[in-house]
């Protein structure tokens, strides 16, 4: 399984920018999909979470309400839809995926395969 996230780059505070996670291998419609994200020197953290049906979202409490996950198992691809983006957010973003269920899914181990990263830069 391979993941290919895209979709970062230079944004001004109070903008938007949407982040794709393209999936091969495996298709994606019994995974439950996750993005972390990671600042240099601390750990990487929870982001989002959509479970394998869709029928299951999770956020972390500093981007409820401004960030979306979702997934579109035709195209084999997650999204990650940013709106209204802080200075704070500025990170590398991971998308994961695991074939397992979402007890986990706000952990790092709870995924088997990550994406490579894309960087996300919010200016004030």
């Known amino acids: 399984v391979q993941l290919q996230a895209s979709g970062g780059g230079l944004v001004q505070a109070g903008g938007s920018l949407r982040l794709s996670c393209a999936v091969s291998?495996?298709?994606?419609?019994?995974?439950?999909m996750g993005w972390f994200r990671q600042v240099p020197g601390k750990e990487r953290e929870f982001v989002a979470a959509?479970?394998?049906?869709?029928?299951?979202?999770y956020y972390a409490d500093s981007v409820k309400g401004r960030f979306t996950i979702s997934k579109d198992n035709a195209k084999n691809t997650a999204y990650l839809q940013m709106n209204s983006l802080k200075p704070e957010d500025t990170a590398v973003y991971y998308c994961?995926?695991?074939?397992?269920?979402?007890?986990?899914?706000?952990?790092?181990?709870?995924?088997?395969?990550w994406g490579q990263g894309t960087l996300v830069t919010v200016s004030s």
């Open positions: 959509i479970s394998w049906s869709g029928g299951s979202t």
């Open positions: 994961a995926a695991d074939p397992g269920s979402t007890a986990t899914y706000y952990k790092v181990y709870g995924y088997n395969y």
């Open positions: 291998g495996r298709t994606i419609s019994r995974y439950t």
